[in-house]
């Protein structure tokens, strides 16, 4: 482990656990943003390159957790000393959920049980009375993942991302309590 600034102690899930990310990780980061699926579906510069993942393990996850912007993001790992599996950010302005999964964890449940963790953690520590998430149109995978940790499905909004205003995005909130006002069915996931 390194002497890089994020969490003190992991967040611990069913699945798995939300821990600080190292400089070992740096390789993983780069595997699972370089992937057909990374350059469609997440707002990372393409191509990606081993300078950007450097400066995301590097910079950008230590500064949020020293307060410098406001996003805090975690490791995901299945044990303490195990592979970066993904990552899971919360961003305290827009109180919003971000993730992204190496394709070895893809699939396992993972996601989702870091999502309700990172959720959980929210609500138990920094009482946020909603936690939003979005997406571009036609990232099922990510959808589900929404689904299964207990998102409401608010529809299609085109004003959502700061990275791609052209796309339209599916929106969905998570609240404490009941459901909000403005929930819709769930699109086909299949």
Known sequence: M??????SLPVLGRRGMLTALREADVPRVLEACTTEAAERWLETPVPYRLEDA?????????????????ERVWA??????????????????????GFW????????????????????????????PEVRWA????????????????????GERDDLHRGAPERQHHAVRLASGQPPADALPWPDLA
Request: overall charge negative.
């Open 54 to 70: 450097e400066s995301f393990v590097r910079e950008f996850v230590p500064a949020g957790w020293r307060g410098e912007h406001d």
């Open 135 to 154: 997406c571009f149109v036609g990232n099922v995978a990510s959808m589900r993942v929404a689904k299964a940790a207990g998102f409401s499905y608010l």
């Open 101 to 128: 999964l190496h394709p070895e964890g893809q699939g396992r449940g993972l996601m989702a049980d870091a999502v309700r963790t990172a959720v959980g953690h929210a609500d138990g520590c920094l009482t946020w």
């Open 2 to 7: 390194t002497g890089l600034d994020g969490p």
């Open 76 to 97: 995901i790992r299945e044990s303490l000393t195990g592979p970066l599996m993904g990552v899971i950010g919360l961003r305290e302005g827009s109180r919003e959920v």
